[in-house]
């Protein structure tokens, strides 16, 4: 007989982040889904390129997963350059493809359109051409003006952290969805998002222009599971925490010490067996404390 | 006050200053030199300036503060914003940024105002320094009304006679036609403002000339920090120091946890 019961999209962690393999081309949205990127660096994942910025991204890369980064922007206002994506780009052991915010969102967008390239204005001039050759300075065949023709931009798997899904992938971000994750999204082949919350899928049915993503191919439960970042309309970001990471990281690679960087994701990350575990380790006075305002 | 404004704060003003009624304010992550000096012209002049930091949008002249946020990549940030364009929209828009005024920093500027946030060395696949990347300044600088160069320190290993290499396009080989012949439509940097003096561009070979050097600065100061050869005017004033009115402003309304006075 047929099976006659809707598919829930809800997978443990571990499964989903079983869809990972080393060498494939990841996304990673913001707020950051951090439940998933420990899971790929307790399990060893690497070589990945990741498409990425911020913090996150720097702890994949110290955490030896990443083998190219795609980003347009590895500073935060807590440290000029981030350590672990500054001192491998400097040993030339992680490889960059230089961009922009809008070169990238154009390869992107591209790519979420199904199309071989994007035109874009910003970095006609400039040295992205020179040190990206993928970039390639063109003149459009209507105007015959110089543009940038940014290729497309395709993701294995785009990993997003959000406020609510029901079991079917109905995303609903909380406040609006971060500056790339729908662009991320749309040039992904498959789409994991972790979310604070399951709900009915009557409550999804209530407001159904919420929804911002439909279908997302598998959703993982993770409440806190962008700590030590913030989750819009959850929590706030973990200054204190995040200081130590930096602090760390930073120490490791200039004394040129791999214990000492083990040693904080052997603390951090690696020693716990699911996202529970971590959040234990947390605790639960210490999550409280980062409830939004 | 008593007491005689830093030279952060002298750099806030002089930007204020720049600042039209009507702007659209946008600011990159970690200037706190710039962040001050729109929300002091946004309360002092400016009424209808709209505030973009992080995809949101402001307008707060009504509030008796504006303080600096004081946490950094958090959803925080957005506090007060009228609306939040992080939806994908961000750069859906630049027919209308014109309207638009930037503030930029560098690792290096040369003296056409061409910047380089990318990095220090001849192989780019192996930096000697790697640079934080471009961030958006290519698109932003390319397409916005204007934008102001601000340094954090004045140094002849910050202003370069070449940069190694460029992220944004200030006025490329020079020329008052520079940009438009290579076809990027925006208005350019209009002032580069750094610790030691304010600097402007000439008006045909768009060469980096002293505007006025701050208070306690000499003209040598400026020549043995600066590693070409600036456009130098007859009569060099020495810039305007903040009036009691404007830093007061500055530091019981904005810059509350004194962020431009310490360092």
Known sequence: ?293 | MSFPATIKEVMAVVLSRELEDGDHLQVGVALPVPEVAVRLAHIMHGPNMQLIFLGGRMNVHHLESIPLPDFGWDSRSVRWAESYSDRGHRFDQVKAWHKRVFFVGGLQVDKFGNINLIGIGNDPTKLKFRGPASVGTPTLTTHVGRYYIVLNNHSSRVLVPKCDYVSAVGWHEGGANSRKELGIPGGGPKLCVTPLCVMDFTEVEKRMRLVSLHPGVTLDDVKANTGFELVIPDIIPTTLVPTEDELTTLRTRVDLNGLLRSG
Request: aromatic share 8%.
């Open chain 1, 1 to 293: 007989m047929l099976n006659q019961v809707r598919e829930s999209s809800v997978l443990p962690e571990e499964k989903a982040g079983q869809w990972v393999k080393s060498g494939m081309t990841i996304a990673i949205g913001e707020p950051a889904p951090m439940g998933l990127l420990r899971w790929i660096i307790r399990n060893k994942i690497t070589d990945l390129t990741v498409i990425g910025s911020g913090l996150a991204l720097d702890y994949l890369i110290a955490g030896g997963c990443v083998r190219k980064v795609i980003t347009y922007y590895a500073g935060s206002p807590d440290i000029a350059v981030m350590p672990a994506f500054r001192s491998e780009a400097e040993n030339g052991t992680l490889e960059v493809w230089e961009c922009e915010e809008g070169i990238l969102t154009s390869g992107l967008e591209a790519a979420g359109k199904g199309l071989p390239f994007m035109p874009w204005r910003g970095g006609v001039g400039t040295s992205l051409p020179d040190i990206n050759a993928d970039l390639k300075v063109i003149r459009d065949p209507i105007g015959g003006e110089v543009l940038i023709a940014v290729p497309a931009i395709n993701i294995d798997i785009t990993l997003l952290h959000a406020s609510i899904s029901d079991s079917y992938g109905n995303v609903q971000h909380c406040r609006g969805t971060g500056w790339l994750d729908m662009f991320l999204y749309r040039a992904a082949d498959r789409v994991i998002v972790q979310v604070e919350k399951i709900v009915s899928n009557e409550e999804i049915r209530s407001k159904p222009w919420e929804t911002t993503i439909s279908n997302a191919d598998a959703i993982v439960l993770s409440p806190y599971g962008a700590h030590p970042f913030y989750s819009r309309g959850y929590y706030v970001q973990d200054q204190e925490h995040i200081r130590d990471y930096l602090e760390a990281i930073t120490t490791a690679y200039s004394d040129g010490n791999r214990d000492k960087k083990d040693g904080y994701f052997e603390k951090h990350c690696n020693q716990f067996q699911s996202h529970a575990e971590y959040l234990d380790a947390i605790g639960t006075r210490h999550l409280i404390s980062l409830s939004e305002y």
